[in-house]
């Protein structure tokens, strides 16, 4: 099992840019989240999902969006990027409701 | 909705020094409860979870940690810190639907 990976890495955008962090996991997971890392402030959750088809938001939802089309993928899609959303984006996925979260390796964002 | 509250944002311990990691829950229901920790540039791990049953959980690494409902803690220790064990410390709180809050973390330094 690959667990939970995203892509890419690093990126750097430019304020209004648009783009789609990827997230995938293979361990058959229906829980998905999104969290962003900020130093101070831990990790706060953007938005989630239950299974294919239904998501909710988090936290700090605003200025992402997401989608469930498929049990392996959840991608988190910033519309147009600010530089407030500079961070550090991790996905996690769970087997069922309030277990423990796998967590992938996390993608660096830059907003100039 | 839940929250979580790390009220030491650094501790320094001697290698060899036992530790102990605070953090404090709000949340109407018996949570769920995890402490995760993070090393410099990676992701998150999972040390141990609360679900039920039994309040002392053990986890890996030599941590425990002990659920306190009168108290509302979930702190984490561990009776001698290891100089790999310097990294950031996150408690987190899930209620039934998936969403997760994480304290703002305790950052660990241990002196040789």
Known sequence: NAGVTQTPKFQVLK????????CAQDMNHEYMSWYRQDPGMGLRLIHYSVGAGITDQGEVPNGYNVSRST?????????????????????????EQGSLQYFGPGTRLTVT | ?????????????????????????????????FWYVQ?????????LKYFSGDTLVQGIKGFEAEFKRSQSSF???????????AAEYFCAVGAGNNDMRFGAG???????
């Open chain 2, 1 to 33: 909705a839940q929250s979580v509250t790390q009220p030491d944002i650094h501790i320094t311990v001697s290698e060899g020094a036992s530790l102990e990691l605070r953090c404090n829950y709000s949340y109407g229901a018996t949570p769920y409860l």
């Open chain 2, 39 to 47: 090393s410099p540039g990676q992701g998150l791990q999972l040390l």
């Open chain 2, 75 to 85: 702190n984490l220790r561990k009776p001698s810190v290891h100089w790999s064990d």
């Open chain 1, 71 to 95: 049990t392996e993928d959840f991608p988190l899609r910033l519309l147009s990027a600010a530089p407030s959303q500079t961070s550090v984006y991790f996905c996690a996925s769970s087997y």
């Open chain 1, 15 to 22: 304020t209004g840019q648009s783009m789609t962090l990827q």
């Open chain 2, 106 to 112: 305790t950052r660990l330094t241990v002196k040789p």
